[in-house]
């Protein structure tokens, strides 16, 4: 049998084995779970951004 590809959700830290749906963009996924999706971090707005407001 060959081995089933894991990848590590960076959010929760949870492993996601490989699926067909995934199969297109396998190395890009990044969420386990919509839970995980809605949990990740927020991200840091740019200087400039910030300096506009």
């Known amino acids: 049998m060959f081995?089933?590809?894991?990848n590590t959700?960076?959010?929760?830290?949870r492993e996601m084995s490989w699926?067909?749906?995934r199969a297109k963009n396998w190395d890009?996924?990044?969420?386990?779970?919509q839970d995980c999706r809605?949990?990740?971090?927020?991200?840091?707005k740019p200087?400039?951004?910030a300096d506009q407001t």
């Open 38 to 44: 809605a949990n990740k971090p927020a991200t840091a």
């Open 3 to 6: 081995p089933i590809a894991c």
């Open 19 to 21: 699926r067909k749906s």
């Open 28 to 33: 890009e996924v990044k969420y386990c779970s």
């Open 47 to 49: 200087a400039a951004v």
């Open 9 to 13: 959700a960076p959010t929760c830290g």
